[in-house]
Structure formats: C-alpha cells, structure tokens
C-alpha cells in the first residue's frame, strides 16, 4: 500500500494539473452534443455572457485573471472598503426609508423600526414625505444622538436641514454626536425633475457641517435617478462620479480644503438581484471615487461613504411576494460589496406604501444576513475571487468611460441640460427591454411562471413622483400594462381572455411545449386551459368549442407536428378559431403564428388581445 506523505490535502498529488486547454477540449465535446462545432477560445466564446457596457461574463476565471494590488481595507485605493475594519464589527447599518406625508403614522412606524434592528432613518420630507413644520412630530421619542436620520427632502433640503438641526439644539445633543446625512442633492432633484436649484444652499449647510457638526454629512450624491431611468451599472458609477466632482467644485470655490469637501458626501447605489454585478458596482465605486481624491491631492480622503438601496426597477407589482427573494439577493450583494448603509425596499414598494409586516421583513433581511449568515464577520468576502475582481476591474473602466464622457459635455450639469445623459439611459433601457419583452431577461412572477388567479395586493397610496426630468421605469412595465388590460376584461364580462392548448400525443411529447406556451399567455394575462390533455384531429374541434376559447396554441413534438398540425389546426380553423399559434417553428397549413424561446412575446400578447377585443 502507497503512503501519501502528511503534507495536509494531498490526494491529488501525484496527478498532473490539468491545463486550460484540455478543459476547452471537455467544452468542446459538451457544446458538439447540443450542435455547436465550435474549438479553442471559440468554445470558451460560446458560453460566455454579454452584459451591459460592453462587458462579458466567461464561463471560467483563472489564476491569469487575477488583479493587481488592491491594497487593503481602509486605504487607497479603498476598493477593499472605506475603513479598516469594514463592517466586521456591528454590520453595515440597517437604514429604513419612510416616506409617508402623515407625521402620526411615520412617527409610528419609525418607532417601531428602531426598536427592532433598524439602526438608522431615511427619512421622506417636503413633497417625498412629511411635511417640514412636522418633522419634529414625525421623529417623536427618537434618541436623535443614538438614531443617524438621513434626510430625502428634495428642493426643501434647506428648511428640512435646519429643521434637524434644531431638533438635534432642543433635544441636547452634543455637535459631535448629531450623526447622518442632511441630503442636499441639487444635482438628483434636478435629474428627476428638471427643475434647476441653486447649489448656494448646499454649500452653506456643508460650511455649517465642516464647522460645528464633524459627524454629519450634508450632501448626497445620488445615482439612483440614473438607475431608475433604466442607466447601466457603468453610467449610474460615471454619474455618480460625476456629482461628487462637481460638489468638490463648488465647495473647493466656497473655500473648504479637499478634505473636508470630501467627508460631507455621501453616495448612493442601487442594488440589484444580480449579486456580483452590485458587489463589483460598489468596490469600483469606491476605487473611482479613490481616483478622484487623488487627482484632488488628498488620496487619504478618498473613502468614499456609501448607502445602498435595493433596486426599485427590479420590484414588481404582479406575485410581489417574490420581491422578498430580489431584495435578499440585493441585500446580500450591497453587504458583501461593503456598503456602509443598507435599504431594503420593502416587497410591497411598487404598491404604495408598505405596511407593517412589509417594514418588518424588510428590516429583519439585513438582520438575517448579518446575525446568522455572518456576512459581515469577513471584510470583502469576494475579494480574491477572480471574476470579482477582474468584473471590478472592468466595471471600473466602463464606469471612468462614462464620467469622461460626461465631463467632455461640461459636466453633470451641462450633460443633464443638454439631453445627452437621458439620450445615453434611454438607449440602454431599449436595448434592455429587448431582452424583457424577448423574456430572455426573465421575470419570475411576471413573465416567467405567473399567478392568474392571485388576488392583487392593495396598498395606500405613496406620495407622487415629481414631473419632468429623467423618466422612471420598471422592468415589469410592458407585462403589467397588458395584465392591467385583463383585469379590465375580467371586471367586465367575468372572465378572462382565454387560449386553447391543443395538445398532441402523449405527455412526454407535449408538456414542455404546452407549460412554455401556457406561460408565454398568462403573461398577458390570457388564461391557458388545457383540458383535454391530449386532443388529435377528430377531437380537436369538439375541445376548442368546449373551453370557451377564441384562439388556439398547438403544443407537441417536431415528430408529431410533422404529423399531425396541417390537420389539427384546420380542424380547429372550422370550428371557429380566430387565430391557431404553434409552440415551436416550422410552417404548417393553417398556422398562423409561432411561438418559441426568445420570439417577442409581448408584441404576441398584445396583438393577440387587440384580436380577442380586449380593451
């Protein structure tokens, strides 16, 4: 018998390493079994994944791909987080956003956040929530100097600051011990409203936070306006770069050294489902924001202050239930990503405003990531992983691209005014909606496995989004505008649009067909039925009268299409079929449109229901 010598994991020790190459030949193989005849690099091509910005996702990273030096937590260029020790002591901090105008009900549902693992308050004033004159009753028995509050108060930042302010003199409490945000952000009211501020305001609250209150931030450097209009993960990095340069400009004029310019921003990411898209948006965020600094001649103050919000684009109205398991992810990426505050948007957030089961789980998401699945007790637990850090890397490049581009057209500013940021977004948002309406960028609940007979969750009310500036969209936007077409339907007659899946032969041959056809229809909210279970030309007919149907889907094999369609579909033709569809593709007599992976289902579900009468 063979000793192995005691050298710890050594079972594979006497096998040569396998090479690159010899792997490229086993995808080779796999992907010839599927029909690709693709060699070398090429198969490596073939199953990699083309993200936005020009970047891809490859199926393997390597020791080749690794990063340069990205140094350590708490130094430049802070792409291992702002501080040295990250999160690893208490978590990031678990920040609740309210935004309800009644000051007796958020005084209420603050409260009770606080008392149960929220750390900190985002805060809705003005038209995004209370009123300022009743701030004082909305923050009623918050210790203000345990609890940071962040403000959201669009153009009445300057009350709204001041009014926080005085709270903090009323209520005792130390300078130095007044911590948060006063979120002055000319630049992202701008962007969602087109309405120009002047940033004097924000420059004299920052001198006010420079001189008397060191824990305390006065501007916010706001991406999600560029997120929300449907921006890549590259333009939200190059214009958020772009706003922080910009307050450096202003406050640099104002006479405030670099580094204090620097510690009164605050930046804001959203975070999306897409776990290591936010974990690299957030380490090359800071390592841009690090470039920036050092250009400025103070590479020290390149820390940059980060608040995550998960995705408002990503929530959806349709089964919001799963809008649970989005922010999850999201929340999981923010912390892992090294974010220093955390929202969780609660899963009713389409719907208005959230109740009280909703702020719950929302708040107890961070605290389950944090208390059992430890994600913080490591500073960047994704550093060192190959594809992190060279989609770091990339996101970095694509992101410095945009904040160049931006700069060349006069700077945020000019570059909102002139249009071309919203022409860039816009750009971006069709390109992806292709992929939406396409459902190859699927969504689960919506367009992927939807619930018919789920009863809509109802909600208050949310304060109204501004007019003008930059639009907001939301990736369940085309789906919902046809499911809101069968909802009218069914209010009016009783029952929804229906659609006849014409099974043929046995099981095995029609159910992938039939469940992808069933859920491409009641996407659009027409309701499948697929009774009988199987149907052949002399039953067809007498089944499509029977289900209270207008259209027909055939589902089945190639084998069985070549078989039997030309006659199934005529049968059903003669009894009173408006439209036969096929899940597959082909031409057969008496088809009159094919369904299949990647085809335009929304184009399909609209068109069918301009047919069916639907409203």
């Known amino acids: 018998m063979t000793v192995l010598p005691d050298d710890g994991l050594s079972l594979a020790a006497e096998f040569p390493d396998a090479t690159h190459e010899q792997w490229h030949r086993l995808v080779e193989g796999v992907l010839r079994k599927s029909g690709k005849d693709v060699s070398g690099p090429a198969a490596e091509e073939a199953l990699s994944t083309a993200l936005e910005d020009g970047l891809t996702t490859r199926p393997l990273y390597t020791a080749r791909d690794a990063a340069s030096d990205v140094g350590h937590p708490g130094f430049a260029p802070f792409v291992r987080g702002g501080t040295a020790g990250g999160n690893a002591a208490t ?20 409260l009770a956040d606080l008392e149960h693992g929220v750390t900190s308050v985002w805060l809705g004033v003005g038209a995004n929530g209370v009123p300022v004159s009743a701030l004082a009753s909305a923050l009623k028995g918050v210790y203000l100097d345990l609890a940071p509050v962040a403000l959201d108060a669009g153009a009445e930042f300057a009350p709204a600051a001041h009014a926080l302010l005085g709270l903090y003199e009323a209520a005792g409490v130390p300078d130095a011990s007044a911590r948060g945000t006063l979120g002055a952000d000319v630049l992202a009211h701008e962007a969602r409203t087109g309405e120009a501020l002047d940033p004097a305001g924000a420059v004299e609250l920052a001198e006010l936070c420079a001189r008397r209150y060191p824990a305390l931030r006065a501007l916010t450097a706001d991406a999600l306006p560029y997120h929300e209009a449907g921006g890549s993960a590259a333009q939200e990095l190059g214009a958020s770069i772009a706003t922080g340069v ?43 924001w690090a470039r920036v600094a050092e250009v400025c001649g103070a590479p020290a103050a390149g820390a940059q202050r980060q608040h995550a919000v998960t995705s408002s684009v990503m929530m959806t109205r349709r089964d919001p239930w799963v809008n649970m398991l989005r922010t999850t992810v999201a929340c999981l990426g923010a912390g892992v990503g090294g974010a220093d505050s955390v929202t969780v948007l609660p899963f009713d957030h389409s719907l208005g405003l959230p109740d009280a089961f909703a702020r719950r789980i929302a708040r107890n998401t961070s605290t389950i990531l944090i208390e059992e699945s430890h994600l913080a007790r490591v500073i960047d637990p994704a550093g060192g992983s190959w594809y992190v850090e060279r989609l770091t890397d990339e996101l970095a490049q694509a992101g410095w691209d945009f904040f160049q581009e931006i700069e060349r057209a006069g700077g945020q500013a000019a570059a909102l005014r002139s249009g071309m940021i919203g022409e860039r977004l816009a750009a971006t948002w069709a390109e992806r909606s292709k992929k939406l309406v396409s459902r190859r960028e699927p969504i689960t609940g919506v367009s992927e496995f939807p619930q018919l007979t789920e009863r809509p969750v109802e909600r208050d009310p949310a304060p109204s989004a501004p007019p003008g500036g930059l639009p907001r969209v939301r990736r369940d936007e085309a789906y919902e505008a046809l499911r809101a077409r069968s909802d009218a339907h069914l209010a009016q007659t009783g029952a929804r649009p229906r659609v006849f899946l014409a099974a043929l032969g046995p099981a095995a041959a029609h159910t992938a067909r039939a469940t992808f056809a069933s859920n491409l229809f009641q996407a659009g909210g027409i309701e499948a039925v697929h009774e009988p279970a199987s149907v052949d030309p002399g039953t067809a007919a007498d089944a499509f009268r029977a289900s209270g149907a207008s259209v027909a889907c055939l589902c089945s094999s190639d084998a069985l299409y070549a078989e039997q369609a030309d006659a199934v579909a005529q049968a059903l033709k003669s009894a009173g079929a408006e439209r036969v569809f096929l899940a597959g593709r082909g031409e057969y007599a008496g088809v009159d ?7 335009d289902a929304v184009a399909v579900l609209s068109s069918t229901l301009d047919r069916m009468g639907v409203a």
């Open 246 to 288: 910009a307050y450096l400009r202003e406050l640099s004029a104002a006479g405030l050294p670099v580094e204090e310019a620097c510690a009164q921003l605050e930046f804001r990411y959203a975070a999306t489902a897409d776990q290591f898209l936010t974990i690299a948006k957030l380490r090359a965020a800071r390592r841009l």
């Open 593 to 599: 449109a094919y369904v299949f992976a990647g085809c």
């Open 91 to 110: 978590g990031w901090d678990v920040r609740q956003r309210h935004a309800s105008t009644d000051p007796a009900r958020t005084n209420e549902a603050v």
